[in-house]
């Protein structure tokens, strides 16, 4: 049978069957709830430092779950970014309105927003120190204050020029994800080189640079000037994914499409003016001249996380200043008191919002059972998601655990490694409206 594209010409239209049976799973997925137990009093004071996903999710975890607890978020940012929909205002599939929302909107009730900045975390005196000076005490600390995008680590970066002279990076910001994609749209009516790459440090959502240089051969192939470009792929080890078997998927997708890869590379240097970029490798630094760029910085726990005890004495993670957890209840190694989740925990996986909606129910039970003198037998295992858009109505849906295994959320509906439209569906319109629940504690 003849397979007919979709109205927008994305695709072949998925069966009214396989339809209902996805969203049904999902519904399901959401709708499934233990069942509620009565908030546990207490007068302990809960300092959630960052209100951001994680933050926000597990404030209102924790309003929900307590009565009578002091809950206090710290955070300066005033709109509330939903970072997962960066990628699709970079291709010009949404506005940067998209994207933005007001971090007030999300604060639930009874908990208090402080909107300054984090100058100091005392976890020996319990408390924290704001931008102002003001000292915050705690009983109770939740770390969620997200990363720093590292942009000065790259020579001759400046974020101001995002958007000219053939440079983009989607991660600085909504203005910058617009500015990505008139780059990234002018070179395709062009054509040239693209180079693309992530660094070597840990990242928010590894799958993103990945997606952004199959979204760009798409937009090529569409405009007819796919033979006009050279796409290169520079990955900083030796694979394209932590997943083996994701690697290899992106590998023969990649060779199928004539995307070449540079293994061994990682961006030390960028000069705007000449358009080169150069990377250290294996046999020493490395230029490549590009007519389009997708610069992704490095990526470290913020400045007042890692002038703390709260990182990493030792280890992969020590460098960059991740905060020293358990990896399964996400408790700080040292101090009992304190929680990370999100993308300031330093654990083998877990930098997505997806990883937010695992981490956040652990550690939150683990901290009430705490006050309510209980045991806890949550668990995180190290839960990542990441729908990995291979072309315009289409993605993959990669999870996967902290042992790489991969673990679908709806197997037999779903399959991981297949480019499905109706995994678009979920990243084009589905995952919002889940991701705005898990902010207000309800998924």
Known sequence: MPRTLDSRGWGPTIGRRSLLLASGAAAAALAIRAPRAAPVRTGARIVVAGAGAAGLAAASRLARELEGATITLIDQRKPHLYQPGFTLVAAGLKPKEYVIGETRAFVPPGATLIEEGVAEFDPDGKKVVTDSGRAVAYDFLVLATGLQLDYGAIEGMDVARIGRDGLGSVYASPDAALATWQAMSAFADRGGVALFGRPATEMKCAGAPLKY??????????????????????????????????????????????????????????????????????????????????????????????????????????????????????????????????????????????????????????????????????????????????????????????????????????????????TWVMKEVALKPTYLAMLRGQA
Request: hydrophobic share 40%.
């Open 213 to 422: 240089a199959f979204l760009t051969d798409d937009i090529l192939r569409r405009r007819g000037n796919r033979g006009r470009a050279e796409l290169i792929y520079n990955a900083h080890n030796n694979a394209l994914f932590s997943v083996p078997i994701v690697s290899e998927r992106v590998r023969m997708l990649y060779q199928e499409r004539e995307v070449k890869v540079n293994y061994g590379h990682q961006l030390q240097a960028i000069d705007l003016g000449r358009r080169i970029a150069t990377f250290s490798t294996a046999q020493g630094p490395k230029e490549l001249p590009y007519d389009f760029i997708n610069v992704v910085p490095p990526m470290r726990a913020p400045q007042a996380v890692r002038n703390s005890p709260l990182g990493w004495r030792s280890g992969p993670w020590q460098a960059d200043g991740w905060a020293e957890v358990d990896r399964h209840t996400l408790r700080h190694a040292r101090y009992p008191e304190v929680f990370a989740v999100g993308d300031v925990a330093g654990v083998p996986k877990g930098k997505t919002a997806a990883s937010v909606k695992w981490q956040v129910p652990v550690a939150v039970d683990h901290l009430v059972a705490t006050i309510a003198g209980r045991e806890s037998t949550a668990r995180y295992n190290g839960y990542t998601s990441c729908p990995l858009i291979t072309r315009i109505g289409r993605a993959m849906l990669v999870e996967f655990d902290y042992q790489d295994n991969l673990v679908p959320s709806f197997p037999g509906v779903i399959a991981p490694l297949d480019e499905l439209w109706i």
